[in-house]
């Protein structure tokens, strides 16, 4: 499984981007999808994730209302859309994705079984 992160840029406080993770599987529906997000100095935080069986998405509190998980999956691609973009959104976001069947936990980075190799996203002020 392959998972190909995209979109990133440089974008000014308040303004959006759109990230994508194209996932090279088969069996793209029967994962959990994540993104998380990766600060310098500071370690991976959990943004977003949408459970396979349509049980819910998850977000972190600080990203409630401005951050948007979407799925297609004729493309096998997950989306997440950023708006409202806030100094402190500035990471390098990674997509992943869980093939656990009991117990997902989507905040926890270990329940992931695969990443995508991070897409910079930088908010001026």
């Known amino acids: 499984v392959q998972l190909q992160a995209s979109g990133g840029g440089l974008v000014q406080a308040g303004g959006s981007l759109r990230l994508s993770c194209a996932v090279s599987?088969?069996?793209?529906?029967?994962?959990?999808m994540g993104w998380f997000r990766q600060a310098p100095g500071n370690e991976m935080e959990f943004v977003i994730a949408?459970?396979?069986?349509?049980?819910?998405?998850y977000y972190k509190d600080s990203v409630k209302g401005r951050f948007t998980f979407s799925t297609d999956n004729a493309k096998s691609t997950v989306y997440l859309e950023m708006n409202s973009l806030r100094p402190e959104d500035t990471a390098v976001y990674y997509c992943?994705?869980?093939?656990?069947?009991?117990?997902?936990?989507?905040?926890?980075?270990?329940?992931?079984?695969?990443w995508g190799q991070g897409t910079q996203v930088t908010v001026s002020s």
């Open positions: 992943a994705a869980s093939d656990v069947t009991t117990g997902y936990d989507p905040a926890r980075s270990s329940m992931y079984n695969y």
């Open positions: 599987s088969p069996t793209f529906s029967s994962y959990h």
């Open positions: 949408d459970h396979r069986l349509g049980v819910g998405t």
